[in-house]
């Protein structure tokens, strides 16, 4: 059997299997690295930039997931709580890059995935997702929108694509909702 991986495989795989270890403090990018980091980003038209409140808060408190020769090197935060309305939401955000032999992680790319877990009438998960892959400046690289099916036993039987264009609206709103929810996390 042939498996074909592209972006969308990898973020799945990691939003159901997080089994992350504390990062030490040595792994984290340096603050003379962060600063050249941050001047370079675009500023967003408010007092601070929340797109560098999340990459900091990632680089402070994240999880580091040691990548292999498919996925990268990985710092992330989860967070999930119920929705008010009898499903869960869950959202993952996570910068994407390398551990140098210096012991320092250097991130390359960032993702954001918002997912809305429901169960239908038949008991199946009925998972709402969305995922967004930025640049380390915070401009947006690729985004997805599905509606997955997913049996008890963790079996998917089906997904539904939800096509979109980056001048979409949602796309906007989804992306600033998650900086927001992320720098207030």
């Not at 592209?6 to 030490?24: D, G, K, R, W, Y």
């Not at 292999?68 to 910068?95: C, H, K």
């Not at 997913?150 to 980056?166: S, T």
């Amino acid at each position: 059997m042939v498996y074909f991986l592209n972006m969308t495989t990898i973020l799945l795989v990691l939003a159901f299997s997080v089994q992350a270890a504390p990062l030490e403090r040595a792994a984290s990018v340096s603050e003379a690295a962060f600063q050249r980091l941050a001047v370079r980003m675009t500023p967003l038209p408010a007092r601070s930039n929340p797109w560098v409140e999340v990459v900091q808060k990632v680089l402070d408190k994240g999880q580091f997931t040691q990548g292999d020769e498919i996925i990268p090197d990985t710092l992330g935060l989860a967070f999930r709580r119920p929705s008010g309305t009898g499903s869960e939401l869950r959202d993952y955000v996570n910068l994407w890059g390398v551990k140098g032999a210096d012991g320092v992680f250097h991130p390359y790319s960032a993702t954001m995935v918002s997912e809305d877990w429901g169960k239908d009438k038949d008991g199946n998960w009925v998972i709402d997702q969305w995922i967004l892959e930025l640049s380390m400046e915070g401009a947006l690289k690729y985004i997805a929108h599905k509606t997955l099916v997913e049996a008890p036993d963790g079996h998917v039987l089906e997904v539904r694509n939800d096509p979109l264009e980056p001048s979409d609206p949602r796309v906007a709103a989804k992306r600033e909702a998650l900086i927001a929810l992320w720098a207030a996390f």
